[in-house]
């Protein structure tokens, strides 16, 4: 399966500031997704990295607060804005890869906002 | 109500035993099922995909019920290993992968 790796693996980051997560895989994958696993909460999709053109965000998410590029087939990052202690959080990025069915995730960026 | 809802547990099992755990999802044009495992401060990785036909890899048997709208995943002779959160998957078209929030399985010795 293919390798992702995702940085920071964890910050602490003052209220207000913003952070940008990145995400590289070690080989091309046609779909890249951003989502967050808050405490005690499942995973929830934030958007589609579409290459080459503007992310496809999810309800609830919106380019303002989660500004995404997708340079390139193995490249993302994600950034969190003008942040607040609701978005302490897990952002982990994920592939879907052509020769295996489900998704395969980063390792994950653990945030707190203080 | 959620697309995906699974027990949260916990489940805390002695090694060797049986469990079971069951997923129910709300929409009927759901196409594709996944159980994935996600340890502690660990993403998430995928275990097993979810057949019409039930599917088995060694300890681990999942099940798929259209009619009644659930899948399950049943776990043989537990091992110390299989201590993780289990999250079930589904895709209802494209994109649109629903998680439950996952059930949580302690193997004690």
């Known amino acids: 399966s293919a390798v992702i790796s995702q940085k920071p693996s964890r910050d602490i980051c003052q209220r207000g500031t913003s952070l940008t997560i990145q995400c590289q895989v070690d080989?091309?994958?046609?779909?890249m997704f951003w989502y967050r696993q808050q405490p005690g909460q499942s995973l929830t999709l934030i958007a589609t990295?579409?290459?080459?053109?503007?992310?496809?965000?999810e309800s609830g998410f919106v380019i303002d607060k989660f500004p995404i590029s997708r340079p390139n087939l193995t490249f993302s990052t994600l950034t969190v804005s003008n942040m607040s202690p609701e978005d302490s959080s897990i952002y982990l990025c994920?592939?879907?890869?052509?020769?295996?069915?489900?998704?395969?995730f980063g390792s994950g960026t653990r945030l707190t906002v203080v | 109500r959620k697309e995906v809802e699974q027990d949260p547990g916990p489940f805390n099992v002695p090694e060797g035993a049986t469990v079971a755990f069951n997923c129910t999802y709300s929409?009927?044009?759901?196409?594709?099922f996944f159980w994935y495992r996600q340890d502690c401060r660990k993403e998430p990785k995928l275990l097993m995909s979810?057949?019409?036909s039930g599917n088995e890899d060694g300890r681990f048997t999942a099940q798929l019920n259209r009619a009644s709208q659930y899948i399950s995943l049943l776990i043989r002779d537990s091992k110390l290993s299989d201590s993780a959160t289990y999250l079930c998957?589904?895709?209802?078209?494209?994109?649109?992968?629903?998680f439950g929030t996952g059930t949580s399985l302690t193997v004690i010795p």
């Open positions: 979810v057949y019409s």
């Open positions: 080989s091309q994958v046609t779909m």
């Open positions: 998957v589904v895709n209802l078209a494209g994109n649109q992968f629903y």
């Open positions: 994920s592939v879907e890869e052509q020769d295996r069915e489900g998704y395969t």
């Open positions: 990295a579409n290459q080459g053109s503007e992310a496809t965000y």
């Open positions: 929409n009927s044009a759901s196409q594709s």
